[in-house]
C-alpha cells in the first residue's frame, strides 16, 4: 500500500504577509491616499506618485487612510532594528548615516513601505529602526559591503522582526 504524503505550499519570506497585522486586510474600491505620507494605493499596491496624489486627493470616491508604514511608525511597531557599534561609527558617523539614508531611498523605490522610523543615538551606539525587517537586512548587508565589519542576524519566529548587529 503506497502512502502519500501531504503537499505543503512552501511560500518565500518576503512574499508571506500573514504575519503583518499592518497590512491592508479590507479591499479599498476605487482609490486612497496616505495623508501623511502622500503615497497611493491603487490596483492592489501601494506607489509614490505626488502627481497622482495632487490629482486624487480631493476627488470623490478617493479614501484618505494611514498606510501601513505610517501606521507602524506611529505605533512603534518595528519590523527591523538595526544596532551600530565600534570606534570605527564615531569616526565616520556621517559617512555611515548617508549610506544607511542612501540604502533608504533605494528600497523605497521598489517599495514605499520600507522606511527608517527612527535613529537613536547613544555612547558609542546607534540603533535604527525600520518598518519591516527586508530593510533592516540590506542595512546590514551595505554596511558590510562598504565598511566590512561583522554583521549578525537575528530572526523572531512569533513575530515578524529582525534585529541585525554591525560592528567594527
Known sequence: MKVSKPHTISRRKSIDTAADPYLMTVTINGMAVCKKCHSVFSNKRWSIDEDLYREKADQKGTSKVLCPACR?????????????????????????????????????????????????EQDEEMEITTTNEKLAQRIGKSLQRA??????????????????????
Request: hydrophobic share 35%.
Open 72 to 120: 507602524k511608525v506611529k505605533d512603534n511597531f518595528p519590523g527591523g532594528i538595526v544596532t551600530l557599534r565600534g570606534e570605527f561609527l564615531a569616526e565616520h558617523k556621517d559617512e555611515i548615516l548617508n549610506l544607511i539614508r542612501n540604502e533608504e531611498d533605494r528600497a523605497r523605490g521598489f517599495n514605499p513601505l520600507e522606511r527608517i522610523m527612527a535613529i537613536k
Open 147 to 168: 565598511y566590512q565589519g561583522r554583521v549578525h542576524y537575528k530572526w523572531s519566529h512569533d513575530t515578524k522582526l529582525l534585529r541585525a548587529e554591525w560592528s567594527r
